[in-house]
Each structure stands twice: as structure tokens, then as C-alpha cells.
């Protein structure tokens, strides 16, 4: 290794050390968790299973035009093009996109988010042989998977303690096209107020998606950074969803509901970080 490339992963380092520091801090204290009457952790399906398509998708957009300026306008090409999906939950991110593609690999590590993306492939696709699911944790699971020509991985960045790894397996599996879909700072983030309300816990404002960027640019893979519209909504949670997310239980669903309307959550838009492969 030359002096050049000690330099450039001395500094990788140093954003990952940040990186895990940052992330560590969103751990609820167990004193904390241990009187929540629901786990924080389990999603409900339902908020990430497909809704009705936008009429556009830069995503889509951004693929389209990637193989088109690649030449794979090819019939034979565009008969076989394929797609992986990273954090697939029930269908939602994956839906908006799939068109180009003959044949697509879901990555999703929960079993109960693995039920319902089976379901919802079912109506999106003519014959199972058209999808896969490959349940585990990326990117341990990546071993078991092919490359394909476009990897799309939606909200999954923050939940990493090994950013370069996962990134760097992310490029590894595409021949042509890496999307990373993430809001501009932890999903958990829009409920910070409200923990400090309910629970008298304050919560971090980091990392951020300048950190995803950097450790993205870090690794040599020239990242385009785009941010989406205020209006896109991936995954919109119910107040149902808010109050399992707090800890909540039924019973205290009116108050929760007053005081969200007194009190709106921040903002916590999406971004897009994309890349060709070279």
C-alpha cells in the first residue's frame, strides 16, 4: 500500500469510528426499554408494502438512462436485465422500479417483512421464477447471491455498523449501477422530541447522510448526491406506528395524538446517492 492509499484509509477509518460512534448513541437505554410496552424494532409490513406508483421515480429515471448510455438497448440485454433489492421490507421500494427487469433478488432480513414481500411479489410479478428472496442480513448473505445489473438499497444505511464493508459489497454486486435511497438523518430522528416528551431521553442528531456520502466518495466510486422532492414519502408510519416506536401502548394513543398535533415532527427528507460502476 503507498503512501497515498495509507492516507485515504486512515481516513476511511476515521469516518467509520465516527460513524459507530454516532450510530451507538441511538441505543435506548435499558432502563428505558424495559418499561416499553411494545418493541420499537418490529415494523409493521403494511407501512412498507407498495401504494399506489407516483408518476415518477428519479430512481427509475436514473436506471433507465444508466443502461441506455451503456448500450443495453439490446433486446438480448434487455431480456435478461437484472436487479437486487437490499432491504426490500414488503415490496415498497421495489415496485416504483422493477419494469426494466426480468429478474429480481429481494434481500430482507426480517421473517415477518419476508412474508409479506412474498405476498405482494405474488401480484407484481406473472410467475414466481421472475423473483427471489433471500432472507438474512446483508452483507453476510451476499456470498448466496449473483450480481446483477442494478443494486437498490432503500433505508437500510442507518441500521449499519460496518459502512464501508456494506457499501463497498453493494458496488461489488452490480455491473452497472448502485442506488443508495436514505432520509438525511436517522429514521428515528423525527420522534427525538417526542422521546424527550414521553421519556425525558435525549436522543442524537447524528450521523448523517453527509457521512454516507463521504464514506461513499472515500471509497472511489464518484457518488452523485440528489436530493428528492419535500412531497416523496417512503414508508409514512401511522400514529399507531409512532406509538410502537415510542414504546407506547393503546391506552395511550389519545395522548400521543394530542400531542402531535401540537407538536408536528421535523421534517426528515430523502435523499438519493448513486453511482456507476467503473
Not at 436485465?81 to 419494469?99: F, Q
Not at 431521553?201 to 466518495?217: A, K, M, Q, S
Request: glycine letters at 2%.
Amino acid at each position: 500500500m503507498n503512501t497515498i492509499e495509507s492516507a485515504n484509509q486512515r481516513y476511511l477509518n476515521t469516518l467509520e469510528e465516527r460513524w459507530n460512534k454516532s450510530i451507538l448513541e441511538w441505543a435506548i437505554p435499558e432502563n428505558i426499554l424495559s418499561e416499553f410496552k411494545t418493541s420499537p424494532f418490529r415494523l409493521d409490513p403494511s407501512t412498507f408494502s407498495p401504494d399506489e406508483p407516483s408518476a415518477t421515480d428519479r430512481r427509475l429515471e436514473i436506471i433507465k438512462e444508466t443502461l441506455r448510455d451503456r448500450g443495453n438497448n439490446d433486446s438480448t440485454v434487455v431480456a435478461n436485465l437484472t436487479l437486487i433489492d437490499v432491504g426490500a421490507g414488503a415490496g415498497s421500494s421495489l415496485a416504483p422500479i422493477r419494469s426494466p427487469f426480468k429478474q429480481v433478488t429481494c434481500v430482507e432480513e426480517a421473517s415477518h417483512m419476508c412474508q409479506a414481500l412474498q405476498q405482494n411479489l405474488a401480484n407484481m410479478y406473472e410467475t414466481a421464477s421472475m423473483y427471489r428472496i433471500v432472507q438474512g442480513r446483508f452483507p453476510e448473505v451476499a456470498k448466496d447471491i449473483e450480481p446483477a445489473n442494478v443494486v437498490n438499497c432503500s433505508n437500510v444505511i442507518y441500521n449499519v455498523t460496518d459502512p464501508a464493508k456494506f457499501i463497498r459489497t453493494l458496488n461489488d454486486l452490480a455491473t452497472d449501477l448502485v442506488i443508495l435511497e436514505a432520509t438525511i438523518r436517522h429514521p428515528f430522528y423525527r420522534t427525538n422530541d417526542a422521546f424527550k416528551h414521553f421519556w425525558n431521553l435525549e436522543r442524537p442528531v447524528t450521523p448523517t447522510i453527509t457521512d454516507v456520502f463521504e464514506i461513499t466518495t472515500a471509497l472511489h466510486y464518484e457518488p452523485y448526491l440528489e436530493s428528492l422532492p419535500s412531497t416523496y414519502r417512503r414508508g409514512v408510519m401511522s400514529l399507531e406506528g409512532v406509538a410502537q416506536r415510542l414504546g407506547l401502548d393503546e391506552t395511550r394513543l389519545p395522548e400521543l395524538q394530542r400531542y402531535v398535533e401540537n407538536n408536528p415532527m421535523p421534517e426528515n427528507p430523502s435523499v438519493l446517492i448513486w453511482w456507476r460502476k467503473q
